[in-house]
């Protein structure tokens, strides 16, 4: 239960920052509540994308050093 809560919590944090940050740039509530409400979805989305990267990393047995090396050649 308790992680429900704090994933929920989490999420409200969420939702309220790019509210608020979209309001910032913008200076219009209609666009920050838009931006608000579709941001998280491809937040989540990228999330996904970006586990599973590093779950295929982890199952080629590619060291974190080796991530580093590479990011930093690129």
Known sequence: ??????T???S??????A??????????WRAALAIGMIEPIFQ???????????ARIAAKG????DVRMASVEA
């Open 12 to 17: 409200m944090m969420h939702l309220v920052v």
């Open 44 to 54: 989540t989305m990228a999330f996904v994308v970006h586990e599973r990267v590093w």
């Open 19 to 28: 509210i608020t940050v979209a309001y910032a740039l913008t200076r219009d």
């Open 1 to 6: 239960m308790h992680t429900a809560k704090k």
């Open 62 to 65: 590619i060291s974190s050093r």
């Open 8 to 10: 929920f919590s989490y």
